[in-house]
């Protein structure tokens, strides 16, 4: 028989039972792991588990929330019972051997009743009385893409401006100085009301409801290949209204490339409106960056091979594809593998692991990753417009290319005709590429015509030039 408790002074489970102490306990999550520290006594033992963590040599934060189960010598123990307690930063309880780590709202706002109200509240406030910008990036899961360049120079540039992020829980790192905000909490309904400006790369969710004076700058997320939007196969009513009501939300668009301009202006009906085309200020760092501090983060020496497995996500699944054997790669091409799930397969799913396998899915920035690899895995992703900045080799792993593009999405133009890589069906063809200078060599003229159509603005200075429109509009006081 266990007994479970929390040491809310220093944000931890205490775990206390009878008989012979286990050689290990843990609690095992969808994205996050935490080992116990394990004493014996004459009565029986105790193990201590923290409820904050450092990743990537970051700061300690609260574990991500969802279920957690508790394992004791690898067996998950059924008896673990935990009275709700709210803490700050996460809100844990357990009922039946499962941890339940949640964001630290009061129960009453997560109720029908209790939303409602604050979405009344929200509509009724007068908004756009502050000099702050409203943060959120891919639905609060993260503080990285285009919002978390264009922060970092707001950050130089305009010190004097608030910096508001929206994020799922208190897991999620924020930059330096800025704060952040718990989506569906009373503070993130009057943040995304008082701020004079909204910088997004995915739709708004929830209710939108604009302030008079409130400018919303969507950044978006990537260079289409895939049909997006109005494009998509198939018409459906809902869909073209949820997506125009969407569009009409934004005063700006940013496009990394004129490309990506008539794409997301025509698949947005965003024709007669602001589209910036200015490159990708999440690229910048790829210009800028320190390569050497961030494999130090990962804990990849400076001599090995690096490559990056990024496939995109798939609208018949909500996991990570799994294409790839992440260990058997490692072995075969004598690399580590870094393994990225779509930001839409962050909460589902578990990490890989292995000796040469880092799965960074919860990487707060992909572009600090990309800087970091040898070499891109992917498949339909919009990262390959991003690491074709780099000019380093990039590979195509697509069995279900037929799948794909004729029933899933659909494509904006031929892939394997201006692949600026090999195209490859199994990860046996992986590895022999991998091993085969000329298979990236044969590519070279497709490479050359993609970075000039795609990137010919990813410079190192996007996110100065977005600031500067930002700055320059009035939107903003520096």
Not at 3 to 19: C, F, M, N, P, S
Not at 172 to 183: C, H, K
Not at 403 to 427: C, I, N, S, V, W
């Amino acid at each position: 028989m266990t007994t479970v408790r929390v040491d809310e002074a220093q944000q931890t489970l205490l775990i206390a039972g009878t008989g012979p102490a286990p050689e290990t306990i843990e609690l095992l999550g969808p994205r996050a792991a935490v080992d116990g520290s394990i004493t014996a006594d004459a009565d029986g033992w105790s193990a201590t588990l923290p409820l904050r963590v450092s990743r990537w040599g970051g700061e300690e934060l609260p574990l991500p929330s969802g279920e957690y189960a508790l394992t004791i010598d690898g067996v998950p123990d059924q008896d673990a019972v935990l009275v709700p307690v709210l803490l700050e930063g996460l809100r844990v309880s357990a009922e039946g051997g499962r941890i339940r780590v949640a964001p630290p709202i009061d129960p009453a706002y997560e109720t029908a009743e209790g939303r409602l109200a604050l979405e009344g509240r929200y509509v009724a406030l007068p908004g756009a009385g502050e000099n702050a910008v409203f943060f959120e990036s891919f639905y609060g899961q993260s503080s990285g893409c285009n919002p978390g360049a264009i922060d970092r120079e707001l950050a130089t540039r305009a010190p004097a401006v608030t910096r508001y992020w929206s994020v799922v829980d208190l897991s999620v790192p924020v930059p330096a100085g800025a704060v952040p905000v718990i989506e569906g909490s009373p503070e993130w309904w009057r943040a995304r009301a008082d701020a004079r400006l909204l910088v997004v790369n995915d739709w708004l969710r929830r209710r939108f409801d604009r302030k008079p004076g409130q400018r919303v700058l969507q950044t978006w997320h990537g260079t289409p290949l895939k049909r997006l939007a109005l494009h998509r196969s198939g018409f459906h009513p809902r869909r073209w209204f949820a997506v125009l009501r969407e569009s009409r939300r934004w005063d700006a668009l940013l496009a990394q490339n004129p490309y990506a301009a008539r794409v997301l202006g025509k698949a947005y009906a965003f024709l007669s409106r602001p589209i910036w085309v200015e490159g990708y200020p999440r690229n910048d760092v790829l210009s800028t960056g320190d390569a050497t501090r961030i494999r130090s983060a990962l804990g990849i020496g400076p001599d090995e091979r690096v490559l990056l497995y990024a496939p995109t996500w798939r609208d018949d699944r909500s996991e990570m594809v799994d294409f790839v054997d992440p260990n058997a790669l490692a072995s075969a091409a004598d690399a580590v593998v870094l393994v990225r799930g779509h930001s839409r397969t962050i909460r589902p799913g578990r990490d890989h692991e292995g000796a040469r396998v880092i799965d960074v899915t919860g990487y707060p920035d992909t572009a600090e990753l990309l800087l970091a690899a040898d070499a891109l895995i992917t498949d339909y992703s919009s990262v390959m417009f991003d690491f074709s900045a780099t000019g380093k080799p990039m590979y195509f792993l697509v069995p279900d290319l037929e799948h794909y593009r004729g029933k899933l999405r659909g494509f904006y133009f031929d892939l394997a005709e201006r692949a600026p890589g090999p195209l490859l069906r199994t990860q046996e063809e992986l590895v022999a590429a991998l091993g085969d200078v000329s298979a990236v060599a044969a590519h070279a003229p497709e490479y050359v015509a993609w970075q000039a159509q795609f990137n010919g603005r990813d410079d190192g200075s996007a996110a100065r030039r977005v600031v500067d429109r930002i700055l320059d509009l009035g939107w903003l006081d520096a």
